[in-house]
């Protein structure tokens, strides 16, 4: 499958082939999810929100509910002003959320639509809210979206009294609900007081209850994102998808703020626990003692059957960042890293994680699958890791594969558990292993065909 | 008579909802109203749809990344040859050629493709900002045609043009450009197929079973097809033409230019199946074809019917929900629910036109309601008013259905197994009955009870 990839690489300056990114309105439309009786709102074509409620559904297996401004060729000459006002009215009247997060599209962007000014001359009933945030799908990517949107959701809400409330604020990152409660549960553990923007926990992992509720009982409540504000500080994790948060907070709010990599790994989750006990002068529980603890046992026991494996990772910025750190920091070789997502950061956190763990490794944003299927047929790896595009490669070039990011659209349960924390780690090094061992029984020679591993 | 319920719904929403025996009729064929949850794509996406399983074209994705990515090997249509189609290709343009113009990319891209891959036909499709921001793809496309001695055939599907249906018809009239570029050949006595897109494998059964009652194939469009077989096209005696939603302009266009007729068909069910492979065979005025078709339609509709009977006693009495794409496919779908026993309590549609919900409001019971582009809300309301116990959807229906604790059945291009024919009428009734009767449900049900 997909085996026309030809193995000689020759430079493309105009041409994707198999995108490694999308675009920036989906990863808006998931961070609006993650709020509390939230719509987001598509200011676009129907297709895009079609296409975004699509996709999330087909990762999160769960309904995704977003409205679009649907527009026409009336609404592209003329403007999508009165398209999103009617949109406003029509959505508060029949679908009502508590706030509607209008975000842009390419479209709204090219022809330049004010959204500003068109939320400053609806009419919004009493107590409710609408915010925007511009995402010009020419821009960035998915990562960049959902960064703009917490910012959209900050610049319009958050508001400083001059009075601190005590509370840490916390940015996740681009991650599943199963990661937003796991880092809810280690901030809880720290005995730190948070809010948490977004948290898409307990909406796109909602429990089935026979109806169906079209907002869930999850998500951050609009009077903790006015509360923002008055935080004592906030850490931002994964630096594409949440700094810009951090920053805009400090910015608006006096809130200072840490920014850091998604706590994907051991080290990466120890710098995050140290963080946050560094604030709360308190001391690490027992309960996560015991979790790491346990990570490094597995380590150890396991860790023949992984020590100098070289692995491909793809997929989001902060994730793939995160992944290779851990990959590196148990003796596997992060050889090839790459993200479709632009920013010459990623090179720079790369090199870094390299040059501490002294890899020989090859790390490119803005790349694509293509590139990274090519540079396979030249080098073959033990392992690939990303999401579900990747199986057209590992089929092509015959590795085993770990899902692991965004989107999975193949397989079930993925966005429930954890990939961050110590638990996170263990489950990734589960999967690391399965994937490993199940590959070395299938290619065993009955002779070589093991009990005992 | 009974009335519709109506409470909760927007104004503007009222005349797409009736009821199966309501004079009045409804609403169609319009715009969705701004603010819904539409279910709804775009013009871009009904124009992929339809060209992507021409399986040795390359798609080029002219505009940013996004609508490349979402329709990155969208749909489940199989190829038993090249695999080009599965791939993604696209200008991915940035904020400067927003700026500047994206045409010199277009350009390039078309460059690199030709290098690497040396293809015989490329489709470009131009997306919402491409006109807004002023590149001239036809000319590009012309010019590279020229360069090249390829065909590339622009696709100018801006997403806010009109809706899916608008690019259905974008697409037809790329077919049409590109059966233009065939040389005149001589008739054949075969056909072809219009609207059928190997979904599941689904080509295959319907070209085995005209290949049972001696009919000829000449096109298949565009279900496992190439370049040089939709080509060839013209050639043919009878056009068959199966998602009347996408192809029924391609179908007309083509018996003006090339004086092909064509009739309709589904094959969906036994009924339609049987109807349908006795009515080529009628229409090519073929009597060997008529015999055979008799004699295997009626071989088969007996033994499909027998391998039915133990799902219909699983299924007595159900009650099913229909929300697909276009109204003929609804319309199959009513009668071969019937065949199960299983009575449709509402039917509805994303695109469905005025004659097609003429049918369904015929065909259905009376009570069941109807209503063209719906929102999840009045999805929602209308399958706990109704009592559906299982929705027939798309992508987005599905996890809806699920939280209401409703079987589902995706008819669209999540479908797992062929549903076409008489194969594909046992398989339906299998997943039918799989979804229905799985013991998931229970704990719920007896939740609810208590």
Redesign the interface.
Same mark, same amino acid.
């Given at each position: 499958m997909l085996n026309g990839t030809p193995k000689e690489i020759s430079e493309r300056k105009a041409l994707r082939i198999n995108p490694a990114k999308t675009c920036q309105p989906i990863g808006a439309m998931y961070a609006a999810l993650g709020v509390h009786r939230c719509m987001p709102h598509s200011h676009g074509s129907q297709g895009c929100c079609s296409y975004h409620r699509t996709l999330l559904s087909r990762h999160f297996k769960e309904p995704a509910m977003a409205t679009t401004s649907s527009f026409t060729e009336g609404a592209s000459v003329f403007g999508g002003g009165s398209n999103l006002k009617t949109a406003a009215k029509n959505i508060f009247e029949i679908y009502d959320p508590d706030i509607i997060a209008v975000h842009t599209t390419c479209l709204s962007e090219t022809i330049g639509d004010d959204i500003r000014t068109y939320i400053s001359q609806m009419e919004i009933p009493e107590g409710k809210f609408v915010v925007h945030t511009n995402t010009p799908s020419y821009v960035g990517s998915h990562i960049t979206g959902f960064s703009n949107m917490i910012c959209g959701f900050i610049n319009y809400l958050s508001k400083s009294t001059g009075v601190k409330n005590g509370k840490a604020a916390l940015i996740p990152g681009f991650v599943n609900p199963g990661d937003m409660r796991e880092i809810k549960r280690i901030a809880s553990l720290l005995g730190v007081d948070y809010t948490m923007l977004p948290d898409t926990s307990g909406v796109l992992d909602a429990p089935m209850t026979g109806k169906f509720d079209m907002y869930p009982k999850g998500g951050t409540k609009i009077a903790d994102i006015i509360g923002l504000g008055d935080c004592d500080y906030s850490v931002g994790l994964g630096e594409f998808a949440s700094a810009a948060g951090v920053a805009l907070l400090d910015k608006k709010c006096k809130v200072k703020g840490n920014i850091m990599g998604l706590p994907i790994g051991i080290e990466a989750t120890d710098r995050f626990v140290m963080e946050l006990t560094k604030q709360t002068k308190g001391e690490v529980p027992y309960e996560l003692e015991e979790e790491r603890g346990q990570l490094v046992d597995i380590m150890i026991d396991s860790h023949p059957y992984f020590h100098n494996k070289k692995v491909a990772i793809f997929g989001d910025p902060d994730t793939v960042i995160g992944l290779a750190e851990f990959a590196a920091s148990i003796g596997m070789i992060p050889r090839f890293c790459i993200t479709g997502t632009p920013g010459e950061m990623f090179n720079q956190r790369m090199s870094d994680v390299f040059e501490r763990h002294n890899i020989d490794g090859i790390a490119k944003p803005a790349a694509d699958l293509f590139e990274l299927h090519q540079m396979l047929k030249n080098e073959k790896v033990d392992l690939l890791m990303g999401g579900t595009h990747g199986k057209y490669i590992a089929r092509a070039e015959d590795l085993p594969f770990v899902r692991i990011g965004f989107p999975i659209t193949d397989r079930y349960i993925h966005s429930y558990l954890p990939i961050v924390g110590y638990r996170g780690a263990i489950r990734i090094l589960e999967m690391i292993l399965n994937a490993l061992m199940d590959r070395q029984d299938r290619d065993a020679a009955d002779q070589d065909l093991e009990l005992v591993m | 008579m009974k009335q519709l319920e109506t409470t %909760?719904?927007?104004d503007e929403r009222q005349k797409f909802i009736c009821l199966s025996g309501d004079k009045a009729g409804l609403k169609c064929e319009s715009?969705?109203?701004?603010?819904?949850?539409?279910?709804?794509?775009?013009?871009?996406?009904g124009a992929r749809v339809v060209l992507n399983p021409i399986t040795d074209a390359y798609h080029?994705i002219h505009?940013?990344?996004?609508?490349?990515?979402?329709?990155?090997d969208l749909r489940g249509s199989l190829t038993s040859g090249?695999?080009?189609y599965?791939?993604?290709?696209?200008?991915?343009?940035?904020?400067k050629?927003?700026i500047f113009g994206g045409g010199?990319?277009?350009?390039?891209?078309i460059?690199?493709?030709v290098?690497?891959?040396h293809p015989k036909l490329i489709f470009v499709y131009a997306?919402?900002?491409v006109g807004?921001?002023g590149d001239d793809v036809e000319s590009i496309c012309k010019a590279a045609e020229k360069k090249y001695g390829i065909i590339v055939i622009p696709v100018k599907s801006? %997403?806010?043009?009109g809706?899916k249906s608008t690019g259905y018809r974008l697409a037809c009239d790329a077919l049409l450009e590109l059966m233009s570029c065939a040389r005149p050949a001589e008739k054949s006595i075969g056909i072809n197929i219009l609207g059928d897109f190997n979904l599941s494998g689904e080509m295959w059964i319907i070209s085995e079973y005209l290949k049972k009652i001696g009919v000829n194939i000449v096109s298949r469009i565009t279900g496992d097809s190439t370049c040089d077989e939709i080509m060839k096209a013209p050639t043919a005696a009878l056009n068959i033409v199966q998602c009347a939603g996408s192809m029924g302009y391609l179908a007309n266009r083509m018996e003006e230019i090339y004086g092909i007729p064509f009739i309709k068909v589904s094959f969906f069910g036994i009924e339609d199946t049987t109807n349908s492979l006795l009515r080529i065979a009628y229409a090519l005025h073929d009597g060997k074809a008529v015999e055979k078709a008799k004699n295997f339609t009626d071989k088969k509709s007996k033994e499909t019917a027998s391998l039915l009977e133990p799902y219909k006693r699983l299924l007595h009495d159900r009650k099913a929900a229909i929300y697909v794409g276009g109204g003929y496919k609804a319309i199959s779908l009513i009668r071969q629910f019937r065949e199960l026993g299983i009575r449709s309590v509402m039917v509805g549609t994303q695109t469905g036109k005025k004659d097609e919900y003429e049918v369904i409001r015929e065909l259905a019971d009376p009570g069941t309601v109807v209503l063209d582009d719906a929102n999840?809300?009045e999805l929602?309301k209308f399958m706990r008013q109704t009592g559906a116990d299982i929705l027939v959807g798309g992508?987005?229906e599905?996890?809806?259905a699920?939280?209401?604790?409703v079987a589902f059945c995706d008819h669209n291009h999540e479908r797992k197994q062929p549903l076409a024919g008489y194969d594909g009428a046992v398989n339906f009734a299998k997943e039918i009955n799989m979804t229905i009767n799985s013991p998931v449900w229970k704990l719920?049900k007896e939740?609810?009870a208590v």
């Open positions: - | %909760g719904l927007l715009d969705s109203v701004a603010g819904a949850i539409s279910q709804r794509a775009c013009v871009y996406c080029i505009g940013p990344i996004g609508c490349a990515s979402y329709t990155w090249v695999e080009t599965r791939n993604a290709f696209s200008t991915d343009l940035q904020e050629d927003v010199k990319k277009l350009t390039g891209a460059d690199e493709i290098l690497k891959f997306t919402c900002i807004v921001i801006p %997403g806010f043009s809706n999840p809300a929602e992508v987005k599905r996890p809806l699920y939280k209401l604790a719920l939740e609810a």
